[in-house]
């Protein structure tokens, strides 16, 4: 089917294109984009109404699939960690997801499989295996690779296939026990918390280990003023360091905490007001890569409890876009900036095809109204459990419609 998607605000975070203009897809790719782009005489004819059409988001970092929260949030393409109830250790694992997502013609999955066997952090997975049957990257999730030997072999094992290492940044023994960020906040709710030292000394330690080996490694979950330095100075040095960061983060400090919202416990936790204002300045100067949503539903029946023994985690795949346009609007984060993080720079980590509107690139992509007011009310999310501390919140820009593959799944009302 051949669709051609008029009046729109064409940008390519790839080649840094801003303008108006057509862009045709034929089949499962793009076939013309740009000012000059014409709309074949039998193309289905989309009026975007000036809308922004850019390519579809790259989620690096989700627990669930969520297919129909992930295309309502503009997601197109969904990295999927091992922590599944099958943890996703080996290549039979690896080809069923990867089997299941090409039968399924919804949002595109890519597993990430594990960084040790288990996840148990004293022996390196076989990740030549798991590559081969299409694992994009390997990580042991929320457990760091603690051992710094496995860690140096893990690093020169992964040189050989060019794969990438996802490090948890916490340092395991200081965030033994912890549940909230070291601070006055946890210290007047009586809360036990871990000090921002502990995502530093990780960093430091593995970009070492990296500088070493001469081997990509990425830090998921920026939370801290001293771990965006960290990595600042890191790639001064030309290590081959990159990292993301949630825009939980961005937008609350630890007074999200107050009352015991067990809602805004998340890992790493909500830091202090100096720590979210670092992290909007390294969103803005490229020191942070890649934003992900961190997309992790759970039960009412697991987070309405006790803050120690309630479950981290929020869901993040409809909030992700408004939330983050939040600091463009106010001026802290360039619109191309933004979105190079959700589309280009995730697809060029991770070796996909996919994040950017090159003629013959898959034809994933989301348009969407960067201005249009809404309130996020959680009753309405799509997603398969709602626990997130934004309920009510006013924001603005949402999608309008999320195509994969050159169909339209997703058309806001």
């Known amino acids: 089917m051949t669709t051609a998607y008029i009046n729109a605000r064409l940008i390519d975070p790839k080649t840094g294109y ?31 109404g000036g809308r922004i059409l850019c390519p579809g988001f790259i989620d690096m970092r989700a627990h669930r699939v969520d297919a129909e929260s992930a295309l309502k949030g503009g997601i197109t393409t969904v990295i999927l960690q091992p922590d599944q109830t099958t943890v996703i250790d080996t290549d039979a694992v690896v080809e069923r997801i990867r089997r ?46 603690s051992d ?52 530093v000394i990780q960093i430091e330690r593995d970009a070492r280990l990296a500088e070493l080996t001469g081997a990509r490694i990425h830090f998921a979950l920026i939370s801290s003023r001293d771990g965006v330095e960290a990595i600042k100075l890191a790639k001064k040095r030309g290590i081959k360091v990159t990292c993301s960061t949630a825009p939980h983060y961005l937008h609350l400090n630890d007074n999200a905490l107050e009352g015991y919202r067990t809602f805004a416990k998340v890992r790493p936790p909500l830091r202090s ?22 997309h992790d539903p759970k039960s009412a029946d697991v987070k309405r409890l006790p803050f120690g023994q309630a479950a981290e985690g929020l869901v993040g795949f409809e909030t992700m876009l408004p939330l983050a346009l939040a600091h463009v609007h106010a001026g802290k984060v360039e619109l ?38 809404w ?20 924001v603005q820009g949402q999608v309008w419609q999320t195509v994969v593959a050159g169909k339209s799944l997703y058309s806001a009302a």
């Not at 965030?175 to 809360?191: D, M, P, Y």
């Not at 979210?276 to 949503?293: E, K, Q, Y």
Request: glycine share 10%.
């Open 273 to 294: 007001e100096q720590d979210r204002l670092a992290l909007i300045a390294g969103m803005a100067d490229g020191t942070i890569d890649t934003l992900v949503s961190d």
């Open 100 to 145: 299941r997502s090409e039968d399924s013609e919804t949002v595109n999955v890519f597993p990430m499989g594990t960084a040790t066997r288990g996840m148990q952090g004293s022996q390196i997975a076989e990740i030549g295996q798991m590559q081969q049957s299409g694992a994009v990257g390997f990580t042991d999730c929320r457990t760091p690779v």
């Open 375 to 394: 309130r996020i009310v959680q009753d309405d999310l799509l997603s398969s459990a709602k626990n997130m501390p934004f309920d009510t919140l006013p």
């Open 336 to 373: 191309m900036t933004l979105l190079r993080s959700l589309t280009s720079k995730p697809a060029d980590l991770l070796g996909l095809p996919s994040g950017s509107l090159e003629v013959g690139a898959p034809a994933d992509l989301v348009i969407f109204d960067p201005d249009k007011p």
């Open 148 to 199: 710094s030997q496995v860690m140096r072999r893990l690093l020169e094992y992964s040189g050989y296939f060019g794969a990438l290492i996802v490090q948890f940044a916490e340092d395991k023994s200081l965030a033994n026990g912890a549940v909230a960020h070291e601070g006055e906040i946890a210290t007047r709710l009586g809360l036990t918390g871990v000090p921002a030292a502990a995502e």
């Open 18 to 48: 801003d303008g108006k203009g057509i862009l045709v897809t034929d089949g499962e790719n793009i076939a013309a984009f740009g000012p000059d782009a014409v709309a074949p005489a039998n193309a289905t004819v989309v009026d975007c």
